[in-house]
């Protein structure tokens, strides 16, 4: 057995629904951030990888038939090099860096590719298929963007209630209200902006090749409590939630690079420490990070007192505030270099952008332990505990 670590993370910037990077495939995106991490990763030559794992979660168009194995073939990596596409919704990038991770551990690979994309605006309408040729009747064209479709009339309703009515459910039941969730989005943007304007992204993000797009698409500077509270509320009437607190559609790729201890020249950036899934009832996702973490830094064999930064997906800030709140961490220490609400949130492509950012931060905030956590829709989450490397193998 041996240890995980991660040597480089990479991703595009992320663009709104609609924008930049609408023009762009998502087999492409994912081309360009996994030709980017090898590139950019000391004395890795793409036939050194032993496999990419990719996430994605509607592969419901341009990003169908396995799209990690084609943007292996469009990076021009070496045919040689398998790849395969998993989808856990949300999660599918952060389950791809889970897998690749194991995979290391057990020695049936060296370095692996880990990563994800979503292209939320290229995502088709799709018609079910006929029982029968030439039916009579009309049919309907449902959109594969986000959310339940084609429903299993055997699903209970309250299980394929929309996102957004499901995290309204945890704003009455844990009681937050929206003063709090507007001054969670606001500090969002707030960091997001700063964190670009210091540099921080500098070394993570990479332009994607014929697109004029140098940050982050959604990110609002001049975002104020005082103008997310003259927002419309979006799922109920008498509701919290809005476009202002929850997170976008977006575009966008991500992707790291994972490999064994001394598999490649060079100081890696954190050691993968602790891992773990959770599912609770469909409607009550938001919150299945809580136990995620629990899990994860129990397999790390720390506690929540050990941890200096965390990275957390903001998919709504009602369920990340709830997340928080059980975890009865210092706030100051989620999400310092924005987050989802402001960022953006291309669902298969979410995991591994919190999971280099965290890796990045770690280094940069000098901090020995960290949690990369997200939820995911239809009742589940995941976790990752980093160890900076530079730390690893001192004593606690």
């Not at 991660?6 to 663009?15: D, K, M, S, Y």
């Not at 009579?136 to 479709?149: E, M």
């Not at 919190?354 to 905030?365: F, M, P, Q």
Request: proline share 5%.
């Amino acid at each position: 057995m041996t240890d995980a670590f991660l040597h480089t993370a990479v991703r595009t910037p992320f663009g709104r629904f609609g924008g930049a990077l609408s023009g762009s495939r998502p087999d492409d995106l994912a081309a360009g951030v996994v030709r980017a991490v090898v590139d950019r990763t000391n004395g890795l030559d793409g036939a050194d990888v032993d496999e990419v794992v990719l996430g994605c979660a509607n592969q419901a168009g341009e990003d169908n038939r396995n799209v990690a194995r084609m943007a292996v073939l469009l990076a021009d990596l070496p045919t040689s090099v398998p790849a395969t596409t998993v989808n856990r919704l949300c999660g599918s990038s952060l389950d791809a860096a889970i897998l690749a991770s194991r995979a290391i551990e057990t020695g049936d690979a060296s370095v692996v590719v880990a990563g994800g994309v979503e292209s939320m605006t290229r995502a088709p309408w799709v018609l079910p298929k006929p029982s029968r040729a030439f039916p009579a009747g009309d049919v309907t064209a449902v959109s594969t963007t986000l959310g339940w479709r084609l429903v299993n009339s055997r699903m209970p309703a309250e299980w394929t209630a929309s996102l957004g009515e499901c995290n309204e459910q945890l704003a009455e039941r844990f009681s937050i209200s929206r003063d709090r969730q507007d001054a969670f989005a606001a500090r969002s943007h707030l960091l997001s902006a700063q964190a670009w304007d210091e540099g921080f992204y500098d070394d993570l993000v990479v332009a994607v090749e014929g697109v004029d797009l140098d940050r982050d698409e959604c990110i609002r500077p001049d975002t104020t409590v005082d103008t997310l509270a003259g927002l419309r509320t979006a799922f109920r009437r008498d509701g919290t939630i809005t476009a202002g607190n929850a997170s976008p559609l977006n575009d966008g790729a991500s992707a790291v690079v994972l490999a064994a201890e001394g598999a490649l020249p060079g100081d890696p950036l954190a050691r993968v420490a602790g891992r773990a899934a959770h599912a609770l009832t469909p409607q009550d996702f938001g919150i299945a990070p809580i136990d995620a973490a629990e899990k994860a830094l129990s397999r790390a064999g720390i506690g929540w007192s050990d941890v200096g930064a965390v990275e957390l997906n903001e998919a709504f800030a009602v369920q990340s505030l709830a997340c928080v709140d059980a975890w009865g961490i210092d706030p100051e220490i989620v999400n310092t270099r924005g987050g989802a609400i402001a960022i953006g949130h291309p669902l298969g492509a979410s995991g591994t952008r919190i999971l280099g950012t965290l890796a990045h931060r770690l280094r940069d905030e000098k901090q020995r332990w960290g949690v990369a956590a997200i939820c995911i829709g239809v009742g589940q989450a995941l976790a990752v505990v980093l160890e900076n490397a530079t730390y690893t193998g001192r004593p606690a």
